[in-house]
């Protein structure tokens, strides 16, 4: 009888991994083992589980384990910690955590997928009731029944990134008074601060207090949380959602003897293997190649674990297919706004001492004679030398997120400027003016581009 294939970790790359090897393999016995009492869900629905906007956590569960294991052949076991890999002997050992009960699982392949958990600083009262954090479907449901205490009036929420903003809001929602911490100058840092601008100017139209450049340094409260104390002040507060970001779930494997890389992420290559024979990686606990660095980095996106997963399925199968990289491309939606970015930003080419320009354009979202026209902000970021766009960024209320797609794609097809501003692209006045937004920035970052290039080489 074949060894199965295990994989540990039962969300976004776990399923994917287990899902592709089945179609891939289907006699192949899968076994996935999951800590949590989910599996296959949709964790960025949970900021808007909280505040009734989805009424029903099912509706967040793609699949059972039961579904897996009728229709699919595939044994998912819930509530099930593994303890350790024996990469030797290929073999794990696990923990039914109902029971109590420990024993040991032979196999053939392993896909790693322990996902990531979140940042949890070291600092007093963090032990306290009243401060939580959001990173698994099991603390969506606990945080949900406690926001529903008609005490908790006042939430802090510390951390100004994508899920700390879409917390901020979905809590306005439930008409809780909230103030928002973030550490770094600004919120949305992985933006250029234009961006970032804009976000605060939206927080703040909706009642949110926004404190940036502020470092959290304690909870404080005798039975339960009664204030966050920053390096710049003290807040009264009935409840606190750390958003600070994460971190990988890599220890396990590096106890195993499997190499970790950038950020203590799993070491993984572009077909998913780890340095440990039989052994992949995929999703938030892994390294991710990047398309315009050409290096492995740590973006901790469900999009890319996904794809990750599915990919490390194929590779446990036999197949030979590389992971083309990802852009870190991703959007968020903050109240009457939307902001998205994709490829690198100004400050990110900065940082890589890349030779980039950049060039921002305001445009409207549809035809100017349309009713309800709203302003657009595009960025394009691009070689300097050959126009190549490298990176974009977008702000607007309506068709930032399919305008965002279309950059990625044309990033990952290496467009130039001209390239991308002779795209034909659909007119219809209620969704785009005659001259779609995209097309509108590409030709004046060109003729911005075209400027320069002939400053610096003018005709004799």
């Not at 955590?97 to 600083?121: D, N």
């Not at 973030?182 to 939206?202: G, H, I, T, W, Y």
């Amino acid at each position: 009888m074949q060894k199965p294939l295990i994989v540990i970790g039962g969300v976004a790359a776990g399923m994917s991994a287990a899902s592709k090897t089945r179609r891939l393999q289907p006699d192949l016995p899968v076994i996935v083992y999951e800590k949590s009492n989910f599996v296959s869900y949709g964790a960025c629905g949970m900021p808007y589980y909280l505040s009734d906007v989805i009424t029903d956590h099912n509706k967040m569960v793609i699949r059972t384990p039961d579904y897996y294991d009728k229709k699919m052949g595939i044994k998912v076991l819930v509530g099930h910690e593994v303890l350790s890999i024996d990469t030797s002997a290929k073999r794990v050992e696990v923990k039914n955590l109902a029971t109590g009960e420990i024993f040991t699982q032979s196999y053939g392949k392993l896909v790693y997928a322990a996902g990531a958990r979140p940042i949890v600083p070291e600092l007093p009262g963090m032990g306290l009731p009243g401060v939580y954090s959001l990173r698994t479907l099991d603390d969506g449901l606990i945080l949900k029944q406690k926001l529903r205490d008609p005490g908790v009036k006042r939430v802090a929420v510390i951390g100004g990134g994508y899920i700390g903003l879409e917390v901020a809001e979905n809590l306005r929602m439930m008409d809780k008074e909230v103030i928002l911490v973030e550490r770094a100058d600004r919120c949305l840092v992985n933006c250029d601060p234009q961006f970032s601008r804009a976000v605060a100017d939206e927080l703040v139209a909706n009642q949110v207090a926004v404190h940036c450049g502020e470092t959290l340094e304690a909870c404080e409260g005798d039975s339960r949380l009664q204030a966050i104390v920053t390096d710049k002040g003290r807040y009264p507060c009935d409840l606190a959602v750390l958003c600070i970001g994460v971190r990988p779930n890599s220890e396990l494997a590096q106890k195993a003897g499997i190499s970790l890389g950038f950020k203590n992420a799993v070491a993984v290559d572009r077909q998913m293997r780890t340095n440990a024979d039989d052994v992949y990686a995929a999703g938030d606990c892994a390294e991710t190649y990047h398309r315009i660095l050409e290096r492995n980095v740590y973006i901790p996106l469900g999009t890319t674990a996904n794809r990750q997963g599915r990919l490390a399925g194929e590779a446990v199968s036999g197949q030979s297919g590389e992971f083309a990289g990802a852009l870190g491309t991703a959007v968020v939606k903050v109240f009457d706004i939307a902001v998205a970015v994709t490829g690198l930003t100004e400050q990110d080419a900065a940082r890589e001492g890349l030779n980039v320009q950049a060039t921002a354009v305001k445009t409207l979202d549809h035809a100017v004679y349309y009713p309800n026209p709203r302003r657009l902000v595009t960025k394009l970021v691009y070689d300097s030398n050959s126009s190549i766009i490298l990176g974009a960024q977008i702000a607007g209320y309506e068709g930032v997120a399919h305008r965002i797609d279309i950059l990625a794609t044309a990033i990952s097809a290496r467009m130039t400027l001209q390239q991308l501003g002779e795209v034909d692209m659909c007119y219809a006045p209620p969704y785009k003016g005659v001259w779609e937004a995209v097309v509108v920035a590409a030709n004046v970052a060109q003729s911005e581009w075209e400027q320069r290039v002939s400053a610096l080489y003018p005709k004799k």
